[in-house]
């Protein structure tokens, strides 16, 4: 029962911690462009044991004029990922994004 309580207590304490795993980096003029924000493009990056070694590389594709926001993520499902695997494997969400002009 105690290992069951310490499982739960370090699964919320992840839960709850992950959403300071969250970076946005603006390029171009994004932050000065108008509009409404929209996703260009998604992908995933994989990891092996504890995020030393890369399996492949993510490219996500970017807008022409290069007026985009890069967000990476750790989701949820990234944490599932994580924890079942016990750290093995890890991943996390790559979010472009970028402004569509308002009429």
Same mark, same amino acid.
């Given at each position: @029962?105690?290992?069951?309580?310490?499982?739960?207590?370090?699964?919320?304490?992840?839960?709850? &911690?992950?959403?300071? @795993? $969250?970076?946005?980096?603006?390029?171009?003029?994004?932050?000065?462009?108008?509009?409404?924000? &929209?996703?260009?493009?998604?992908?995933?990056?994989?990891?092996?044991?504890?995020?030393?070694?890369?399996?492949?590389?993510?490219? &996500?594709?970017?807008?022409?004029?290069?007026?985009?926001?890069?967000? $990476?993520?750790?989701?949820?499902?990234?944490?599932?990922?994580?924890?079942?695997?016990?750290?093995? &494997?890890?991943?996390?969400?790559?979010?472009?994004?970028?402004?569509?002009?308002?009429?």
């Amino acid at each position: @029962m105690k290992k069951l309580k310490f499982l739960f207590l370090q699964l919320s304490v992840l839960l709850i &911690v992950t959403s300071c @795993m $969250t970076t946005k980096t603006p390029v171009g003029n994004y932050m000065e462009t108008p509009g409404k924000e &929209v996703t260009f493009d998604k992908g995933k990056q994989f990891w092996l044991f504890w995020g030393l070694v890369p399996l492949g590389r993510t490219h &996500v594709n970017t807008p022409q004029d290069g007026n985009c926001q890069v967000v $990476t993520k750790y989701k949820f499902v990234d944490v599932l990922i994580f924890g079942v695997t016990g750290g093995i &494997v890890s991943s996390y969400s790559i979010k472009v994004e970028t402004k569509k002009a308002e009429q």
